[in-house]
């Protein structure tokens, strides 16, 4: 959909029930305009929503190496997802990461085109490939499960170990600091 076609839609979040997930494309190479982006932008307490509903969403880079994007704020229909970083690199020496392997990816499938972006932190996703094997310089971020506007929420397990991992952290510093 382009511009038009979104701000012709009622209700957006209704829109997308009818749909498995939001593909967004990218601004080089794709159609993603400025008016787009700023739509979605302003979608994204709507697009969580969708997000925690079990929709899944797919994001090509969005670099505003053509122009198409002017000064839009980049990503930020995710709000969490702190920021990117435009660059442009051809993608000879890129690595997947061991969660990309668990995808079934291989180096192969993330090399011999072109990125024009990484993310710098991952605002709690998991990195998928890597810019020359870098770990500072993840190009592909993925994640399953709930989110809010401040980004994933951890499983309850994931959550209980933190807390236990924590307390076992100030136990030892008790035990080590001296009664005064």
Known sequence: MDSADLAALPDFRTALSGYSAIVIASDHGGMLGEAELTFLNGQAV?????????????????SN??????????????????????FNADEVSNTVTVFGSSLGLVDA????????????????????????????????????????????????QTYALMVLGLLAVGMAHRRRTPAG
Do not use: K, W
Request: glycine content about 12%; cysteine-free; overall charge negative.
């Open 109 to 156: 499938d993330v090399n011999g085109n072109f990125s024009h972006n990484y993310f710098a932190p991952t605002a709690g996703m998991s990195s998928v490939d890597l810019y020359n094997g870098s770990a500072s310089r993840p190009l592909t971020l993925a994640y399953r499960g709930l989110v809010d506007i401040q980004g994933p929420i951890p499983e309850p």
């Open 65 to 86: 190496a053509t122009g198409q994007i002017g000064a839009t704020p980049r990503f930020a229909f995710l709000p969490f997802l702190a920021s990117s970083t435009d």
């Open 46 to 62: 709507a697009i969580v929503d969708y997000l925690n509903a079990g929709g899944g969403l797919y994001a090509e880079s969005e």
